[in-house]
């Protein structure tokens, strides 16, 4: 009986832990750790920017030597798009159509130290 409880502990303690808490980045976007580094989502349009910054700080991380891809699914469909660094501490790419409300980027992002990891945002 003493299982079934801490089962039942575990799995809806696990339920919260696997939703994404946003926090909101320097710049107002959605912002999520992944990879050791702090991702804040930016969209305008067709264009993507994830900018980098130190965990839990507001310092810019240079993304020289950084890599990604997104993911974009949405109204129009599903969509790849490659980030490329793009001034200090951004990566930047350029989705075919616009990107709207209700659309989910899933992010996967490689740093200069060989760290990588995936994060979803939900707008």
């Known amino acids: 009986m003493r299982f079934v ?3 039942i502990a575990a799995l809806m303690f ?3 832990a696997g939703a994404e808490d946003y926090e909101k980045g320097p710049n107002g976007g959605l912002m999520l750790d992944v990879a050791g580094i702090d991702a ?6 067709n264009t993507v920017t994830i900018n980098v910054w130190e965990p839990f700080k507001p310092n810019p991380v240079s993304t020289k ?3 990604g891809a997104i993911l974009i699914v949405g109204g129009a469909g599903r969509e790849t798009v490659q980030l490329a660094p793009s001034g200090t501490n951004s990566l930047k790419g350029d989705a075919k159509n616009s990107i709207g409300p209700g659309t989910t980027i899933t992010l996967t992002i490689k740093t200069a130290e060989g760290k990588s990891g995936q994060v979803k945002f939900k707008q």
Not at 40 to 45: A, I, K, V
């Open 65 to 67: 030597g950084f890599s």
């Open 14 to 16: 696990a339920g919260t």
């Open 5 to 7: 409880f801490a089962l």
């Open 40 to 45: 804040e989502l930016l969209t305008s349009g």
